[in-house]
């Protein structure tokens, strides 16, 4: 017979010892010995097997109900302690060490496995919020990174009811690193910062700032609904830092308007009195749409020098009409009153202009 066999594997493969760590044998530590005469080897085996599952009888009503609520029977996995479950199983998560089930009762192994209580669990969130400047402006506008920094340490909650925990430590220190380098270091006093940088004006491109928060470790017990102390988040709350960054875009404008013959402006402080539009795609580059009212007589627009563009009228089937334009130079200054050259664009419709509002799509690139 293999139930012999089949019954010990259950109690081997199911880590089941006893408290000493032994391994429990229903058949050595049964509580009925035989003392039938064998005869030969096919009694010996026949006699073997019934006397085993006599004594695993006498051992699951006898002696399994009194050690049970003692604990005295406990998990003792085969797998070394660091290797991992590779997934989660009723409230025991995935990620879990054998280590952390060593030394369980089986009660407390097999009330893990079939019922889901584990305790709720929010992230640890940490935010960095910048007042000012908005994220794209003009180039040469005067600008300061005044930033708010919060750390949210975040909460596990227990299932049983017990007061929650946080899953990471308060902030100890926030170290703010300004557009030009320049570190301040600010001892924590709260999970909010605030911090006012220099004023400075606003270049081409990307400009960063940053805060780089520290935060110790979370502390505190947490429990599944059954009061028992449980560990499964333990590897999410270990003190740190994070490194967050904000950043400002400068870029230059296009303007345009429209108007009467000989209307368009010829001087910086006449084209910044117009429309404009920050460049969408790049530092110059990007597309803007301008329309053109029924009866007015003359369209124009300006942007950066050297550029590829391409004008399409969208309201007719006209097509492509860039070379109906004029092109000559102009500087106009940008928003810090530096001078930049551009150019001058003009649509000469002439007379009383079109009997339709016309609409333009214009690309630069």
């Known amino acids: 017979m293999k139930f012999k066999r089949y019954i010990k594997n259950i109690f081997s493969i199911a880590g089941i010892r006893w408290s000493d760590g032994n391994e429990i044998n229903p058949l050595n530590d049964g509580i009925i010995v035989s003392r039938r005469k064998i005869t030969n080897d096919t009694e010996r085996r026949t006699i073997a097997d019934e006397q085993y599952l006599i004594n695993l009888k006498n051992f699951a009503e006898n002696v399994l109900p009194e050690l049970l609520p003692t604990d005295a029977i406990i998990f003792l996995s085969d797998f070394l302690p660091d290797e991992e479950s590779n997934r989660g199983v009723g409230s025991l998560p995935g990620g879990i060490p054998a280590s952390d089930l060593n ?8 009330d893990d496995i079939f019922f889901t209580d584990y ?10 919020i910048k007042n000012s400047p908005d994220n794209i402006v003009e180039i040469g506008e ?19 009811g017990s007061p929650a925990v946080p899953v990471k430590g308060d902030a100890i220190q926030y170290v703010f690193t300004d557009w030009d380098g320049s570190e301040t270091v600010i001892p924590a006093t709260g999970n909010t910062q605030n911090f006012n940088g220099t004023v400075f004006n606003v270049p081409a491109g990307i400009t960063e700032a940053s805060c780089e928060i520290l935060y110790g470790e979370g502390i505190g017990p947490y429990y599944n609904e059954k009061g028992r ?6 590897s999410r709350r270990d003190g740190g830092s994070e490194n967050l960054i904000t950043s400002v875009t400068g870029r230059y404008n296009s303007f345009y308007g429209s108007g009467a013959v000989g209307s ?5 402080a006449g084209v910044r009195a117009l429309d404009s539009e920050l460049f969408s795609e790049g530092v110059d580059v990007g597309i803007f749409d301008v329309t053109l009212a029924a009866g007015v007589p003359e369209l124009y627009f300006f942007v950066p020098e050297g550029k590829i563009v391409e004008v399409l009228n969208t309201k007719q089937e006209f097509g492509y009409v860039t070379s109906s334009f004029v092109v000559s130079p102009i500087v106009v ?6 001078p930049v050259n551009y150019e001058s664009w003009v649509l000469p419709v002439g007379g009383i202009g079109f009997l339709e509002d016309q609409s333009y799509t214009i690309r630069v690139s």
């Open 229 to 234: 102390e449980v560990h499964g988040y333990d």
């Open 103 to 110: 030394g369980l009762s089986t009660v407390e192994i097999f």
């Open 142 to 160: 005067a600008a300061s990174f005044d930033i708010t920094a919060s750390h949210n340490p975040g909460i596990i909650g227990s299932a049983d």
């Open 119 to 128: 305790p709720t669990f929010a992230d640890s969130f940490r935010s960095l």
């Open 333 to 338: 200054n940008d928003g810090g009153g530096n």
């Open 264 to 268: 368009a402006p010829i001087d910086s």
